[in-house]
């Protein structure tokens, strides 16, 4: 059996695409979001719940139902950008919109995301400002761009 060699398959995050919009947006009409720095973890997980009898003598578990990601999505501040500004404004609102991540190795995850505030990051004399918005993703799915 023959290993890659993950120099052929590892990519770094560069080139990463994230876009956005109201729940229903085709995605050929998402818009990007060019200033966006960091995403956090895309995906679902979940933990366990006891399911052990009075028989047992150790405790057993089953898989309990998948939670999303806490999301923060962190941005370079552009005050001119208006699509960052409908994003902040759908913040704001508390809505739940569509963001799209496209990733460098082709893989993509489409997420609901129930958005809930933006504050700006602590300012440090030596970095850019940066915003961010806080969110919950709900349903996602993945797949190849």
């Not at 998402?30 to 009075?54: C, H, P, S």
């Not at 939670?67 to 409908?86: H, I, Q, S, W, Y």
């Not at 963001?99 to 440090?124: C, H, K, Y």
């Amino acid at each position: 059996m023959s290993v890659a060699d993950p120099s052929t398959y590892a990519k770094l995050p560069a080139g990463t695409r994230t876009l956005w919009g109201p729940l229903g947006t085709p995605t050929v009409d998402l818009k990007l979001l060019k200033d966006a720095n960091a995403v956090g973890a895309t995906g679902k997980k979940g933990g366990f719940v006891e399911a052990d009898r009075l028989i047992d003598t150790e405790k057993k578990y089953i898989a309990d139902m998948k939670d999303g990601e806490d999301k923060e999505f962190v941005f370079l501040d552009d005050p001119t950008d208006a699509d960052l500004n409908a994003f902040l404004a759908a913040a704001e609102a508390e809505q739940t919109v569509i963001v799209r991540i496209e990733f460098p190795n082709g893989r993509f995850a489409n997420m609901d995301v129930a958005l809930n505030g933006w504050s700006t990051q602590e300012l440090d004399k030596g970095k850019p400002m940066m915003l961010v918005v806080s969110g919950k993703q709900n349903a996602i799915s993945r797949g190849m761009v």
